[in-house]
């Protein structure tokens, strides 16, 4: 039994030292944040539990929602209510919320008993979700608003919003306004160590813009969109 307490105590400090690190505070009710990093498959494997994160979740993304349209609505005054909603999409979504509970560390205390690529699963995101529920309730809103856009300095928020910009769609858009005519032409594809890499260019008009090259034809598309943005000074 002492070998036990032991073990699961020095867990705990580990864990409370993680989250003061991460949040910037003292958390008070330990218990919900080890709810909030266990996984539903844990439960068929231990019989003293009977709970997974997964009512924490629904909570905290409701709660994320909240701070990010806040954090928004104040940083983009012009911005009309579709374009907020557009914008709000991009932080929320379960690739950007993967990507930040890598970098924060999260899946170094998630308890699950699947396998998982953090790549291919919301697994990891979910439990972020589940986090920010479980802080909700122990600190109440307005050091849950702190901690969670502390958590995301972690990617950047305006990085996270510069990098999901359609700029093709976008591109497009601009082309409607001004009844110039925008194509996307293929100029070479190359294959390199058994990977085919693709140069695009963009044509404004007749006249070649941008070029860009990758491995996926839509991505070159896409960042060749891009550089034409910065070339013509268009305002998104």
Not at 117 to 135: F, K, M, Q, V
Request: aromatic share 10%.
């Amino acid at each position: 039994m002492f070998l036990r307490f032991s073990r699961q105590s020095k867990e705990d400090a580990q864990l409370r030292l993680f989250l003061k690190n991460l949040f910037g505070f003292e958390v008070k009710n330990l218990s919900l944040y080890r709810l909030a990093l266990t996984h539903s498959s844990v439960i068929q494997k231990r019989n003293d539990l009977n709970q997974s994160n997964e009512r924490l979740e629904f909570l905290g993304d409701a709660i994320l929602d909240a701070i990010i349209a806040d954090y928004l609505y104040t940083e983009f005054p012009d911005l009309s209510e579709g374009e907020l909603t557009k914008e709000k999409a991009k932080v929320v979504n379960r690739r950007t919320l993967n990507r930040l509970a890598g970098k924060i560390g999260l899946d170094k205390y998630l308890e699950y008993s699947i396998n998982f690529n953090t790549e291919d699963t919301s697994l990891l995101g979910n439990a972020l979700e589940a986090l920010i529920g479980a802080l909700f309730l122990d600190l109440g809103y307005i050091k849950t608003e702190r901690a969670t856009l502390k958590m995301f300095a972690y990617i950047n928020l305006s990085l996270v919003l510069e990098e999901q910009k359609d700029y093709k769609s976008l591109l497009h858009e601009w082309s409607q306004r001004t009844k110039k005519e925008v194509k996307f032409r293929t100029v070479n594809e190359f294959n390199l160590d058994g990977r085919n890499e693709y140069e695009v260019e963009v044509q404004i008009s007749g006249e070649i813009c941008a070029t860009a090259t990758d491995y996926s034809k839509k991505k070159a598309q896409k960042l060749a969109a891009k550089q034409a943005f910065e070339y013509l000074k268009i305002e998104t």
